[in-house]
T-cell receptor, first 107, second 117 residues
Framework: LAKTTQPISMDSYEGQEVNITCSHNNIATNDYITWYQQFPSQGPRFIIQGYKTKVTNEVASLFIPADRKSSTLSLPRVSLSDTAVYYCLVVAYKYIFGTGTRLKVLA | EAGVAQSPRYKIIEKRQSVAFWCNPISGHATLYWYQQILGQGPKLLIQFQNNGVVDDSQLPKDRFSAERLKGVDSTLKIQPAKLEDSAVYLC???????????????FGPGTRLTVL
């Protein structure tokens, strides 16, 4: 099962773009890259999922290079309400969560 | 669409007592998961059901934890007897299919915060 590595924490200011990079060197052919967001006292919430190249939705963009050994979650113009823990997972069947990246958005 | 429902939201018990948590998944979702999330860590899978059958319970401490999904819909997770280290948030999640190769995502409930004194 692919293991992911991502920064433990990041700080940003309101209105900035935030990029969180995740390393997954052992990703398998069938694995998809999935990102979740978790606020205190809530369950994780799905943000975005992709297999290769770039995926964009109303919340974020996900950039995946050709070798798929890493991925970058991009959050445009963050606000205070984006302060949360962000989890990167590589999923074919089983979800294995790491400790995630604690993003703190400052005013 | 209603989300995953869990109850209670909070529970405080003393060690060696028993406790049960309830989960109602999103309607039509075949796969149901129970996770344990200790403060500062990511969720850890305890058990996975596909309809009413257990698919994966390899990380469930079976000497004290049990779970069932009798009719393939809602589920209960029980701890008996509880230990101090069981203090955590217990999350339920569901997925439409959840079979190997499917790309449908998991939807999580709000969790039950258990404190064992």
């Amino acid at each position: 099962l692919a293991k992911t590595t991502q920064p433990i924490s990041m700080d940003s200011y309101e209105g900035q773009e935030v990029n969180i990079t995740c390393s997954h060197n052992n990703i398998a052919t069938n694995d998809y890259i999935t990102w979740y967001q978790q606020f205190p006292s809530q369950g994780p919430r799905f943000i975005i999922q992709g297999y290769k190249t770039k995926v964009t939705n109303e919340v974020a963009s996900l950039f995946i290079p050709a070798d798929r050994k890493s991925s970058t979650l991009s959050l445009p113009r963050v606000s205070l309400s984006d302060t949360a823990v962000y989890y990167c997972l590589v999923v074919a069947y089983k979800y294995i969560f790491g400790t995630g990246t604690r993003l703190k958005v400052l005013a | 669409e209603a989300g995953v429902a869990q109850s209670p939201r909070y529970k405080i018990i003393e060690k060696r007592q028993s406790v049960a948590f309830w989960c109602n998944p999103i309607s039509g979702h075949a796969t149901l998961y129970w996770y344990q999330q200790i403060l500062g860590q990511g969720p850890k899978l305890l058990i996975q059901f596909q309809n009413n059958g257990v698919v994966d319970d390899s990380q469930l401490p079976k000497d004290r934890f049990s779970a069932e999904r009798l009719k393939g819909v809602d589920s209960t997770l029980k701890i008996q007897p509880a230990k101090l280290e069981d203090s955590a948030v217990y999350l339920c999640a569901s997925r439409y299919r959840g079979t190997s190769g499917s790309t449908d995502t998991q939807y999580f409930g709000p969790g039950t915060r258990l404190t064992v004194l």
